[in-house]
């Protein structure tokens, strides 16, 4: 042991790893975090005192400690996709998505906006990578005459079509003869006591009336695009690669608790490393996706130090072997 007059100070610095546990609460291996910025350890305790007031004045007569809790900070830079899991109490995962044609994918468009192509119930966030992309107006049945029409249907010429036609004061269409379709986005006709509204083309251009976003699958309606300035239905096509991706999900049971290791790299001082068997990691503060002033972004943990499943001590700080 160091003599107690042996002058000791202390730079600190190390890496942390940590090991969660799994469903039985056994240890499944130390994973390094990586950068961490700040790792604190902070004791708080709980007392009982005794007071006797013999002689008239109330002095201490005795002072129990009876609790001792042991939490923590830590701050890690290392924005990686499973620490951000850890972060958002998560499943971190790869995400496989096969290639093949898509062909039928029906959206509510409206001017100026974005959609995000492949979004369904199972895939929320849609698909990436997509190549030969094509738009139409949805699929409308050519006009009938002397059919009963409701608002909302649409039609198109029965020769030669080149717009979609949708139904906005619901009736009965002329008989026999067909209405003079217009040609103007937004004009209307009256066909006996149904009233139409020219919707779109029935085939939409790129760069005319929208844009793509290959990489990310995504398709920007122009302001000027061939659409009703109330909307209007589109069809889209096209062809996903077969691509995977990081991704983490929430929603999932994701242990937060594991074993604990800080191997000490001191900037000067004696390296004295940390073990914590039992520790809880409870996120907590902002995680910045953008700021006015950019800065690293950094995930924040608030610890809890426990006694470990098998008794083991709550922490152990331990020297190098001599």
């Avoid at 007059?5 to 390094?32: A, H, M, S, V, W």
Wanted: charged share 20%.
């Amino acid at each position: 042991m160091t003599a107690s007059t042996t002058k000791q100070r202390l730079i600190p610095g190390g890496k942390i790893y940590f090991d969660p546990f799994d469903t039985n609460g056994n240890p499944t291996g130390e994973r390094y975090l990586g950068l961490t910025p700040g790792f604190t350890v902070t004791i708080a305790s709980e007392k009982i005192t005794s007071y006797g007031a013999e002689s008239g004045l109330r002095e201490l007569d005795d002072e129990t400690l009876i609790t001792i809790t042991r939490t923590g900070k830590l701050t890690c830079r290392q924005i990686s996709v499973e620490n951000l899991g850890l972060f958002l109490g998560a499943a971190a995962s790869v995400q496989t998505q096969t290639s093949g044609a898509v062909t039928g994918e029906h959206k509510s468009v409206l001017l100026d906006r974005y959609y995000q192509l492949g979004r369904s119930t199972s895939n929320p966030s849609g698909v990436r990578d997509v190549t030969s992309p094509t738009v139409v107006g949805k699929t409308a049945s050519n006009w009938a005459a002397n059919t009963a029409y409701v608002v909302g249907d649409r039609v198109k010429k029965t020769s030669n079509p080149t717009h979609i036609h949708v139904c906005t004061v619901a009736g009965i269409s002329a008989n026999p003869t067909e209405p003079t379709w217009p040609t103007t986005i937004d004009a209307t006709v009256v066909d006996g006591t149904v009233t139409w509204r020219t919707e779109t083309l029935i085939t939409l251009v790129e760069d005319t009336d929208y844009e793509v976003d290959l990489m990310l699958g995504r398709v920007y309606v122009l302001p000027g695009a061939r659409l009703s300035a109330h909307g209007g239905q589109w069809t889209f096509g096209y062809t996903k690669s077969a691509v995977t991706r990081d991704t983490v999900q929430t929603g999932s049971l994701v242990t937060s608790s594991g074993a604990l290791r800080f191997v000490a790299y001191p900037g000067k001082g004696t390296p004295r490393d940390l073990y914590g068997s039992n520790v809880t990691l409870s996120p907590s503060g902002d995680l910045i996706f953008k700021a006015d002033d950019p800065a690293y972004a950094e995930l924040s943990f608030d610890l809890s130090f426990g006694v470990g499943n098998n008794e083991e001590p709550a922490l152990i700080i331990d020297g190098r072997a001599a």
